[in-house]
């Protein structure tokens, strides 16, 4: 593979426990209580669109205190194991190496620029870039059209659903970045490909050239 393109929530940095425990402690002071289970689902959805698709009133104003509650949490945040030792021999190997959010550009700098790994990345997809985000298709070209990729030499490595789905309406192969995935078989055995660590994907990226 020659170009590779990551999901960051749950992919790069684990931020799920982050993001759960924030959008509960939101939802439940205005008397919402959901499993986590239920919360899990929308894992990886731009946050507005999680909100509605949890049937969730006024999503716009709970949008804004969710966010506003996510620092509150922010011990829970960090970098997956190897993932640095991952980004810095892909871009020494010479592959191009793309992101593609859910995030706003503004979320992802409260995240991401800690744990300096901007530098490995030649394009930034963010919420809000395109007409559609995940699960269609719209954000992946971009970033294709962007890298000026081949798509038969390209991957999408993400831990949802919403980034296989993503991957697929985009017609490029989808890597399933199993360190951050919780339950494989929402898959439904769909996945392309199945990294179980890091390491995994750097010896793939190496030997499909």
């Known amino acids: ?26 939802l439940r002071a205005h008397g919402i209580e959901k499993s986590y289970d239920e919360l899990y689902s929308v894992f990886g959805l731009p946050s507005l669109d999680s909100l509605i698709k949890l049937g969730i009133e006024n999503p716009t104003v709970i949008q804004q205190e969710w966010q506003h509650h996510y620092h509150d949490f922010w011990q829970e945040v960090h ?66 059209a962007d890298l000026q990729a081949d798509p038969t030499t390209a991957i999408y490595i993400g831990d949802s659903v919403h980034d296989m789905a993503a991957a697929h309406h985009a017609g490029i192969a989808f890597g399933m970045a199993a360190w951050g995935v919780r339950d494989q078989s929402v898959f439904n055995d769909e996945a392309d490909y199945i990294f179980a660590k890091p390491a995994d994907l750097l010896t793939f990226a190496l030997k499909n050239s």
């Open 79 to 144: 970098l997956f194991d190897d993932i640095q030792l991952l980004l810095s021999s892909l871009d020494a190997a010479g592959k191009q190496l793309g992101i593609v959010t859910s995030n706003t550009p503004t979320e992802y700098a409260d995240h991401a620029d800690a744990f300096d790994i901007n530098q490995y990345f030649a394009d930034f997809v963010f919420a809000g870039q395109t007409p559609k985000m995940k699960p269609d298709a719209d954000p992946i070209l971009k970033a294709l």
């Open 1 to 26: 593979m020659e170009t590779i393109i990551f999901d960051v929530d749950g992919t790069l940095i684990s931020t799920e426990t982050m993001y759960m425990k924030s959008l509960d402690f939101t």
